[in-house]
């Protein structure tokens, strides 16, 4: 069974303070990893998509990493306005659609 | 504004009740998926449409239903509601249907069952 789990559930960090959310998965056969940022009350906002293990993109203080089991999300020194819930998503194993499996979440808290 | 629209923001009705949820999608957008997000299950894939026809399905309870009219917009139906259907309901679009094509998200309607 597809399964997406997202660590720490929670995470308070200082204003600068750089470090990793945990996406880990088990698909059978990976269409790719997708990350999202939710403010509250907001709708998901699309950050990255990852295909292959190795694969890294950044945006601006935010790299998404990919390897054979896991995700990560590196945040470097971040600020106040980082402050959201991070998701990760996988699709679901349905040909032709693209309909995703998302994790719980991490929710980051950037202290001034 | 991410471009998908869904009206309206917040909706309260009573148990027993049903009520219509809609969404446009972005310009150019052919494909529309619905997601529930309540505090206890995360989101929750609901249906896919792409170009007017049911492309996907997940736990959509039997008292839900959906459809993409020609113009593209959808609509989403909920029934015989119960408390439990309080939620986050959301839209988003992609231009196509296949694995790999980001979604964007609407900024969702607020359902409250008393």
């Known amino acids: 069974e597809d399964q997406v789990t997202q660590s720490p559930e929670a995470l308070r960090l200082q204003e600068g303070e750089s470090s990793s959310l945990n996406c880990s998965y088990t698909v059978s056969g990976l269409r790719g990893l997708f990350w999202y940022r939710q403010d509250p009350g907001k709708g998901p906002e699309f950050l990255f998509t990852?295909?292959?293990a190795g694969e890294e993109k950044e945006k601006e203080r935010l790299k998404a990493t990919l390897t054979k089991k896991e995700s990560f999300l590196h945040i470097t020194a971040p600020k106040p306005e980082d402050s959201a819930t991070y998701l990760c998503a996988v699709p679901l194993a349905q040909t032709g659609a693209n309909n995703l499996f998302f994790g719980t979440g991490t929710r980051l808290t950037v202290i001034p | 504004d991410s471009g998908v629209t869904q009206t309206p923001k917040h909706l309260i009705t009573a148990t027993g009740q049903r009520v219509t949820l809609r969404c446009s999608p972005r310009?150019?957008?052919?494909?529309v998926y619905w997601y529930q997000q309540s505090l206890d299950q995360g989101l929750q894939f609901l249906i896919q449409?792409?170009?007017?026809?049911?492309?996907a399905k997940g736990n959509i309870l039997e008292r839900f239903s959906a459809q993409q009219f020609p113009d593209l917009h959808s609509e989403l139906n909920l029934s015989s509601l119960e408390l439990g259907d309080s939620a986050l309901y959301f839209c988003?679009?992609?231009?196509?249907?296949?694995?790999?094509?980001?979604?964007?998200f609407g900024s969702g309607t607020r359902l409250t069952v008393v």
């Open positions: 310009s150019g957008d052919l494909s």
């Open positions: 988003a679009s992609s231009v196509a249907s296949g694995v790999g094509y980001g979604y964007t």
């Open positions: 449409y792409y170009n007017g026809e049911e492309r």
């Open positions: 990852l295909y292959s």
